[in-house]
């Protein structure tokens, strides 16, 4: 009774909500003041959030808030008044987006006590182009020849060992994923997704730019997307987490660019999040559009300014892991990532081709505001595929890279259902190819789930009530020293290197945001000279202290 009435509330916005069609000129995004009034409360979640996402929430101690509750349904009723529509709501931005002919309709809002702030995101563009693929068109796919065992997916994957999960069992079981994107022509027909079928592996569908279940009859991308992660012919073609469970949502119009692709998404993800799923990819990114007064500047990739990457950051707040491709602007005039990838803590995936080397399309770091984007880098030229012929083949971009290491988080996930969204994205950043050394083009490099893996299997905690230092790295010690550490509250951290008279000749802090492993990087220590020295890690509950010696 508890799951129907959560599904009740979940489609309560949409149930007899209109096809999004020509039939409107504008779409206008209303910000809300509060939620006042509302029928729900945080003693009763489940009438608004599945016991998945409750399991979730309690998990990583996150507690069910106002922000939690959908929007105020009388307020969106009386906006509907003023000759709109409803098409889709955020309750973690309180707010929604209404369809209208009624050019005046911002006009007519400005004395509702309500609303906050009203804006234009949609200007009636036709939804029927011919130009099926103008949001990719730096894509491509092929035919290829297969090969064996893992099949034409082979390079893709062991590129970053993901191979050694999968030998141990870890395939994506359990994990849930939702796959954002422009739809997924006939996925429901190729044999590389039968096993998904045939073991209730897809969870369900919607479609947020048509209001409606079906998404097989949509545009081929989000079905290329999927083949990555969720294909499993052995011998041919098998993805990079072949047991996941899916949830596949169309918040792409492929016909058109405007700003209410961005309220859609927000939407789909909020949908993701109430439904209990783990992981959300999306090879989607957002910067200029159609009608140039939408359109960003390389200065909101700050990870802050855009609705898309807000709804990013909420998802991640909420303990989803965010995956996001890059994009393919590396060699256009923009260059740069797009959001929601310049979110703090979206996985953004850039791409290199078969032998590791970037992609030129792969768009460029760093985010606005100086940070290390990409986060990683996967392949994403030739990536093997499901091609709309249901044939295997290859395709590049930023779009194939991203879903096939979100395959892999799901792996790793499943390794280590302890672990927090931020924990395994510290983790994974630490353990790719480049971590030392990050730049503008690679990010933190090419990770490596084997070599993460065994790094959190060796991260043994005695106590977890206790605040205690695990590892020290390397030691002896030239440049640097690596430290990993676990904590148990919010606190600011001190680390001293004392020499043996017992001074202070290094000494650094870090904030630590919540109970978390911690690793901490000791860099620029090749002044320091030769000998013994004490390292110092001084938390809240104690102090922690181990002997390390300094090469030459």
Request: aromatic share 12%.
């Amino acid at each position: 009774m508890e799951r129907n009435k959560f599904w009740l509330v979940v489609f309560g916005v949409l149930i007899g909500m209109p096809v999004f069609c020509q039939n409107y000129s504008y779409g206008f995004l209303v910000e809300f003041t509060d939620k006042l009034g509302t029928e729900y409360s945080v003693e009763h979640p489940e009438v608004f959030l599945s016991n998945r996402a409750l399991d979730r929430r309690i998990k990583n101690g996150i507690a069910v808030t106002e922000e939690d509750f959908p929007v105020n349904k009388s307020y969106a009723d009386s906006i509907c008044k003023f000759d709109a529509v409803l098409h889709v709501t955020s309750r973690w931005l309180n707010s929604a987006v209404f369809l209208t002919n009624n050019a005046s309709f911002p006009d007519q809002l400005v004395q509702v006590s309500f609303v906050k702030k009203v804006s234009a995101v949609y200007l009636g563009a036709s939804l029927k182009s011919s130009n099926l693929t103008s949001k990719w068109h730096e894509e491509s796919s092929i035919e290829v020849p297969v090969t064996i065992d893992y099949g034409a997916s082979e390079n893709q994957l062991t590129m970053c060992n993901i191979q050694m999960l999968h030998n141990q069992g870890y395939m994506g079981d359990g994990i849930q994923m939702a796959v954002l994107d422009g739809g997924f022509y006939r996925a429901d027909e190729f044999t590389a997704f039968e096993s998904m079928f045939q073991n209730n592996r897809l969870l369900g569908t919607f479609d947020f730019v048509e209001n409606d279940a079906s998404v097989f009859e949509d545009h081929q991308h989000g079905m290329n997307v999927l083949s990555i992660i969720a294909s499993n012919l052995p011998g041919q073609l098998v993805g990079s987490a072949p047991e996941a469970s899916f949830w596949l949502l169309r918040s792409e119009n492929v016909y058109s660019e405007y700003r209410i692709e961005e309220e859609n998404f927000i939407a789909a993800a909020e949908f993701a999040d109430s439904a209990g799923v783990d992981i959300i990819t999306a090879s989607l990114g957002y910067s200029v559009f159609d009608d140039d007064a939408m359109s960003y500047s390389y200065q909101d990739m700050d990870g802050k300014t855009t609705r898309v990457t807000q709804g990013a950051e909420k998802a991640f707040s909420k303990g989803i892991f965010m995956v996001n491709s890059a994009g393919n602007e590396g060699d256009n005039p923009w260059q740069h990532i797009t959001a929601p990838s310049d979110g703090e803590h979206v996985l953004c995936v850039g791409a290199v081709d078969s032998m590791g080397n970037l992609a030129g399309f792969s768009s460029l770091g760093p985010s606005a505001d100086g940070r290390t984007k990409p986060d990683v880098v996967g392949q994403g030229v030739q990536t093997s595929l499901v091609l709309p012929t249901g044939e295997i083949g290859q395709g590049s971009g930023t779009s194939f890279s991203g879903p096939l290491i979100a395959g892999m988080v799901a792996c790793l996930w499943q390794a280590l259902p302890g672990y927090s969204n931020q924990e395994l994205l510290g983790l994974i950043r630490q353990t790719s190819s480049n971590y030392l050394t990050p730049d503008d083009y690679y990010g933190y490099g090419v990770p490596d789930f084997a070599k993460a893996l065994s790094k959190a299997q060796n991260l043994h905690v005695d106590d977890y009530s206790k605040d205690q230092l695990l590892t020290v790295f390397p030691n002896p010690f030239y440049d640097y020293l690596e430290l990993d550490a676990y904590f148990v509250e919010k606190q600011t951290l001190i680390v001293n290197l004392l020499d043996v008279k017992g001074s202070v000749v290094y000494s650094e802090s870090w904030n630590c945001n919540n109970t978390a492993f911690k690793h901490l990087e000791l860099k620029n220590l090749a002044g320091l000279e030769r000998g013994v020295y004490i390292l110092e890690v001084i938390s809240n509950q104690t102090i922690s202290s181990r002997k390390i010696v300094k090469n030459p």
